[in-house]
């Protein structure tokens, strides 16, 4: 660590802070239940730290934020639970998308846009074509999303080239199919985050996480803050990635 104070110029600038942090934001109903509060009002204060951790994560110099806000699972839940998680994404992007592109920030998203309400579909491609020029913060929204659903389509597009005569199969390698996932030009995340204490990815960026060091915070979403961000960060600088290498030598 001492002699290592000044990083080498060929391992680039700081890595201590991650160019991408992806978060599962859970935990909003057992934060609810335990003050006697409807989910719903749970989802509602989530929204709320969403709010926090965007400024946070830019003001910390983070360039990418995922945020998973549906998974496709998620509709397992009860239709009234739903119409809630939909309502609020509506709010969000309606009252937080203006100051949201003020701020610079650039949304995408990723996941299904099939089977989603109409108005939806438009707001979310509103969101993006607005901010698609900003180069502040990308903040990335994995709503209706689902990893094996994402490789699957990705699958299926690559074996329809194949059917049409357009490619070979002996072409379909790993970059190959990390071309047709979601968002191909967005780097894998460096930090997962996971919040309320669960130890799972729940089918979130299976395929991107390969590499990505795992942060499991016993707080439930709703009470995360840019100090629980700062700590997670912390924890990731102390992690030592070696993306199936030998450890880097220090002192030498
Ligand atoms: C996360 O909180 C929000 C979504 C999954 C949409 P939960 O609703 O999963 O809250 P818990 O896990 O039941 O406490
Ligand atoms: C993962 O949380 C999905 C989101 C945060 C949107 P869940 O609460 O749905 O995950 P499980 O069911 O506990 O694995
Ligand atoms: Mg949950």
């Given at each position: 660590?001492m002699?290592?104070?000044?990083?080498?110029?060929?391992?680039g600038?700081?890595?201590?802070?991650?160019?991408?942090v992806?978060?599962?934001?859970?935990?909003?109903?057992?934060?609810?239940?335990?003050?006697?509060?409807?989910?719903?009002?749970?989802?509602?204060?989530?929204?709320?730290?969403?709010?926090?951790?965007?400024?946070?994560?830019h003001?910390l110099?983070?360039?990418y934020?995922?945020i998973?806000?549906?998974?496709?699972e998620?509709w397992?839940?009860?239709?009234t639970?739903?119409?809630?998680?939909?309502g609020?994404?509506?709010r969000?992007?309606?009252?937080?998308?203006?100051?949201?592109?003020?701020?610079?920030?650039?949304?995408?998203?990723?996941?299904?846009?099939?089977?989603?309400?109409?108005?939806?579909?438009?707001?979310?491609?509103?969101?993006?074509?607005?901010?698609?020029?900003?180069?502040?913060l990308?903040?990335?929204?994995?709503?209706?999303?689902?990893s094996?659903?994402?490789?699957?389509?990705?699958?299926?597009?690559?074996?329809?080239?194949?059917?049409?005569?357009?490619?070979?199969?002996?072409?379909?390698?790993?970059?190959?199919?990390?071309?047709y996932?979601d968002?191909?030009d967005?780097?894998?995340?460096?930090?997962?985050?996971?919040?309320?204490g669960?130890q799972?990815?729940?089918?979130f960026?299976?395929w991107?996480?390969?590499?990505?060091?795992?942060?499991?915070?016993?707080?439930?979403w709703?009470d995360?803050d840019?100090?629980?961000?700062?700590s997670?960060?912390?924890?990731?600088?102390?992690?030592?990635?070696?993306?199936?290498?030998?450890?880097?030598?220090?002192?030498?």
């Amino acid at each position: 660590m001492m002699s290592n104070a000044v990083a080498p110029a060929t391992e680039g600038p700081d890595r201590s802070v991650p160019l991408h942090v992806a978060i599962i934001m859970d935990g909003n109903g057992r934060w609810a239940a335990s003050r006697g509060l409807p989910r719903a009002e749970g989802h509602r204060r989530g929204v709320e730290a969403l709010r926090r951790v965007v400024r946070a994560a830019h003001e910390l110099g983070v360039q990418y934020l995922t945020i998973f806000s549906f998974s496709s699972e998620n509709w397992s839940r009860p239709a009234t639970e739903i119409g809630d998680l939909f309502g609020l994404l509506r709010r969000f992007i309606r009252n937080d998308l203006a100051s949201l592109h003020r701020d610079g920030v650039r949304v995408r998203v990723i996941g299904e846009r099939e089977g989603l309400e109409p108005d939806i579909c438009t707001l979310l491609n509103e969101a993006e074509e607005l901010t698609k020029a900003n180069t502040k913060l990308n903040l990335v929204v994995a709503f209706n999303y689902g990893s094996r659903q994402e490789i699957a389509n990705a699958a299926q597009r690559l074996a329809r080239e194949v059917a049409e005569g357009k490619r070979d199969p002996a072409s379909i390698d790993a970059d190959a199919l990390g071309q047709y996932l979601d968002a191909p030009d967005i780097p894998d995340p460096d930090l997962i985050i996971r919040t309320s204490g669960e130890q799972r990815l729940s089918n979130f960026l299976m395929w991107q996480a390969a590499y990505s060091e795992l942060v499991f915070v016993p707080i439930h979403w709703p009470d995360f803050d840019k100090a629980a961000l700062e700590s997670a960060i912390a924890e990731y600088a102390r992690r030592e990635r070696r993306f199936g290498g030998l450890a880097a030598k220090t002192g030498s």
